[in-house]
């Protein structure tokens, strides 16, 4: 049996993550502008209360995870890495590894081709976006049926793939691959998709063809398609049975890599779902939190409001970390907006300019906008379901005798390496 861990928030306030003692989720909001500490201040803290449950997070600056490696492997936790910024010094994540089914099929052709967040709210014409969807669709179901499947796969056929005009239709390079599917798997989805393409004429498959492509090449660069040619994937359900942790390590200027990591994201909690449902009482042997660092700046989720409200049935919790409150109503639209702000039953406002957040912020713990708005820099406003809000001063690593000693260790271990 599992004992809790601790989440450090302020300075004289570290709260359990206990649910049945504490009454509420763990979900947690943190609202802060650039530079504010929320890292510093809320994530380090974080890692240093763990020590019972796994955690999976997004890292922005490979120093942090460098530094907490050897101290989590110290306490005992299998430490994974995906490394995006840099894929050669990284575990394999393949998508291909994890579709199961038909419906996997169109969800990740439906994310790539959708991973532009300004598509939500284009008034263009949908068509060849959704013919797109329809022609990786078919390419993703035919490479699943083939030996030893892999989304590399999937990209080679579309790179390699031809047409030719065939009256009013098309004739292609991959018709006989098809047809022996269909031979093989006469009830294969991917026949139907790939018909759909398929009977288009030829300027108009040409232009799904571009459309597509324009898609994939923007997210798998040559060094993602050579980590995902490795053979290994990571097993996201490992968190679930035993102490891990996690880095994801990305690239904060390349924003290229969001709808990557977001896939990753939603293929570890679909994953993490599954291997829960399949327990006795529903619920992961050990709890797993999962941390986004600037959660609304990435890809949208199209199913995390859904995630969300369901995360503590299953033992899993979130950290989101946002700049502002107008960036999470951007990114996801305000309905869906407020359905992930109402089950982050932790809340932490650590100033920023965004008047709309701020007046949110206001109205929610009953102090005048300026109170807010003008807060002191190191300050901080908790509000927790069920109690008073509070305002204090943010955590303060330079004092934790833990953290002293975790950075003494780190710069000694980068002096060595200097030396050598």
Request: proline share 4%.
């Amino acid at each position: 049996m599992y004992m809790e861990d601790k989440m450090p928030l302020a300075d004289g306030y570290t709260y359990s993550l206990d649910s049945s003692v504490t009454g509420i989720n763990n979900n947690a909001l943190i609202i802060g502008g650039s530079g504010c500490g929320k890292t510093w201040s809320i994530v380090e803290p974080r890692f240093l209360a763990t020590r019972h449950g796994s955690l999976i997070t997004v890292v922005s600056k490979v120093r942090i995870m460098r530094k907490y490696a050897g101290f989590f492997r110290n306490r005992g936790y299998k430490v994974r890495v995906i490394n995006f910024a840099n894929p050669g010094q990284s575990g394999c994540y393949d998508p291909m590894q994890y579709v199961k089914n038909d419906v996997d099929v169109f969800n990740l052709a439906e994310t790539i081709v959708m991973a532009d967040s300004r598509k939500q709210y284009s008034t263009a014409d949908p068509y060849f976006d959704n013919a797109a969807e329809s022609l990786l669709a078919g390419l993703i179901g035919l490479v699943r049926e083939m030996e030893d499947p892999c989304f590399a796969k999937v990209l080679d056929l579309l790179d390699g793939l031809k047409i030719k005009e065939d009256g009013s239709a098309i004739k292609t390079n991959l018709d006989l691959l098809f047809s022996r599917l269909k031979a093989e798997e006469p009830e294969s989805s991917a026949l139907a998709y790939w018909q759909t393409f398929r009977v288009n004429p030829f300027k108009t498959a040409a232009n799904i063809i571009s459309t597509l492509k324009a898609c994939t090449d923007k997210i798998f660069t040559s060094q993602i398609r050579e980590m995902m040619g490795r053979g290994w994937s990571v097993d996201f359900t490992e968190a679930g049975k035993r102490k891990t942790v996690l880095f994801v390590v990305v690239d904060a200027v390349h924003s290229e890599q969001h709808t990557l990591v977001n896939m990753f994201y939603n293929t570890a909690i679909q994953e993490l779902f599954n291997y829960a449902e399949n327990m006795p009482d529903g619920r992961l042997p050990v709890p797993v939190s999962i941390i986004w660092d600037d959660f609304a700046v990435g890809a949208r989720m199209e199913a995390f409001p859904q995630y969300i409200s369901i995360f503590r049935e299953k033992g899993i919790s979130a950290t989101l970390l946002l700049q502002s409150l107008s960036q999470l109503r951007s990114m996801y639209g305000n309905s869906a907006a407020v359905t992930i702000v109402n089950n982050c039953d932790t809340q932490v406002y650590m100033g920023g300019m965004d008047l709309d957040t701020a007046d949110e912020i206001s109205r929610r713990v009953n102090r005048p906008l300026e109170d807010v708005l003008y807060m002191p820099v190191g300050k901080l406003i908790i509000m927790r379901r069920g109690t008073l809000p509070v305002f204090a001063g943010r955590y303060n690593l330079n004092r934790d005798p833990l953290y002293q000693k975790v950075t003494k260790d780190y710069e000694s271990q980068i002096t060595g390496l200097k030396e050598k």
